[in-house]
């Protein structure tokens, strides 16, 4: 079918036009309010009561523990565990798992939310799906579950997000919206790992979120992909922009920015006995292909009112996709804007990979306090050394009080008060850990009672 081209000014693309302090300011002050009916923390134990207090140690504690309409939260730190969610909520009332209010939680390996699970809210979380496995992750095989506001990458080690299946279960009314989709897929690309693959799964919503450098396509439709609605996303770098195959029907592209594929196409079809599909209203640009759109010619779907122009991104290097002012893709009505940027990348820890946490803020006589960390040697990669060193501040200078021993993931150690501060002067100590690969950590204060 021949494509429509419309002049770039009469384009509907409702997507990040976006100002830096738009929405995405108004999402994190929603998030800055959630009640944590459940909490987990890296330096917890499963036998406490998971209170702010008392926290859990880990996300399958966590999970067991919530009830239809609860919400559990993980205290920052990097969570190195897979995890199945087999039990959600209802409707009106859904299990949801997010970051602790004003922190940022990292779950390092495959998620799955199996067939039993229904009504489950994902949020506010880094997603880092590799697992040793090498299975696609998240993976949704239960209905009416969201992901909203998280990071989700796998470093190139595989598919991300898996939607429905055949054998573990069709997905239902999955929603995906406000995230960051990237870095998916091995390299080089193999034409089987992709960002989203909506496999089998009916009124799936995908919108609003940034879906960039995964090796094969961003978005895939196949085999039996039904009712999936694709919008106000931007899809750039990717191998391959979206693709409709197979059975898949009834799915509408509309209002994205796709642009810039780097193996194929920005739209394409393969195989499609499927109808039902419209490609319409998108902004597409290639420069690798004639005539700039990407589009694939033999594509067997309606591919409408779409404008081939160049996004002008505010900094696509360093994945910043929010559309400049002038850019020929923004709406000229404003007014549409139904969501806003997704989530920031992780900032970098600006050399402290190392995190201190005392199991009070106060020691007594005859006591012992518990001082634990966690170290990193990059963003999710465990440090590795046996041992770390632990200092307190004396006379101006960090002095070594003790060594901390690896237990598990975590360095730990007991601490009786005169190993802090002289007994007959009680005061309030600042206290460091040192871990070889990683550096230094916070500094944790604590008093010493008499």
């Known amino acids: 079918m021949p494509l429509k081209l419309l002049a770039a000014t009469a384009l509907v693309v409702a997507i990040v036009c976006i100002q830096a302090t738009g929405s995405q300011g108004a999402t994190e002050a929603i998030h800055s309010k959630v009640t944590c009916d459940r909490v987990a923390s890296t330096l917890g134990s499963d036998s406490y009561a998971g209170t702010v207090t008392y926290p859990y140690a880990t996300v399958a504690k966590l999970l067991s523990s919530l009830r239809a309409g609860q919400t559990g939260c993980l205290r920052a730190g990097v969570y190195e565990q897979d995890v199945e969610v087999v039990r959600g909520g209802t409707a009106g009332e859904p299990v949801t798992l997010t970051s602790y209010p004003g922190e940022r939680a990292i779950l390092l390996g495959r998620l799955v939310i199996a067939e039993t699970a229904n009504w489950v809210v994902v949020e506010q979380l880094d997603l880092d799906g590799r697992n040793e496995a090498r299975l696609p992750s998240p993976t949704v095989n239960g209905d009416n579950v969201t992901f909203r506001g998280n990071d989700v990458t796998n470093q190139h080690t595989g598919i991300c997000f898996l939607l429905g299946s055949d054998e573990w279960g069709r997905a239902r009314g999955t929603v995906i919206e406000r995230n960051r989709i990237h870095n998916c897929g091995h390299l080089p690309p193999t034409n089987h790992d992709h960002g989203i693959y909506v496999e089998v799964s009916e009124g799936a919503r995908i919108t609003d979120n940034w879906i960039y450098d995964n090796a094969d396509r961003g978005i895939q439709l196949f085999p039996d992909a039904q009712r999936t609605y694709v919008a106000r996303n931007v899809i750039d770098g990717n191998g391959q922009g979206v693709l409709f195959s197979r059975d898949s029907s009834n799915n509408v592209v509309e209002q994205n920015v796709i642009s810039n594929p780097v193996v194929r196409y920005n739209l394409e079809t393969f195989a499609l006995e499927g109808d039902g ?32 122009t160049e996004p002008s991104f505010a900094n696509r290097e360093a994945k910043d996709f929010r559309l400049l002012p002038a850019s020929a893709c923004v709406n000229v ?42 170290a990193w040697t990059s963003v999710a990669s465990p440090a590795r050394a046996r041992s770390a060193v632990l200092r307190v501040r ?25 190993q802090l501060s002289d007994p007959i002067r009680p005061r309030r100590v600042r206290l460091r850990a040192y871990v070889r690969g990683a550096g230094r950590s916070n500094i944790v204060r604590v008093r010493v009672r008499r």
């Open 333 to 374: 009505s404003r007014s549409t804007l139904t969501a806003g940027a997704p989530p920031a990348p992780p900032r970098k820890r600006s050399g402290r990979l190392v995190r201190l946490r005392a199991g009070s803020r106060s020691v007594w006589p005859g006591g012992r306090l518990l001082l634990s960390a966690r």
């Open 394 to 418: 004396r006379a101006g200078a960090w002095r070594r009080v003790a060594k901390m021993r690896l237990r598990g993931t975590r360095y730990a150690v007991r601490l009786r008060p005169d």
């Open 277 to 308: 599909n419209i490609a319409r209203r998108n902004c597409v640009w290639s420069t690798r292909h004639w005539g700039n759109s990407g589009i694939q010619l033999e594509i067997g779907v309606p591919v409408v009112e779409n404008v081939v």
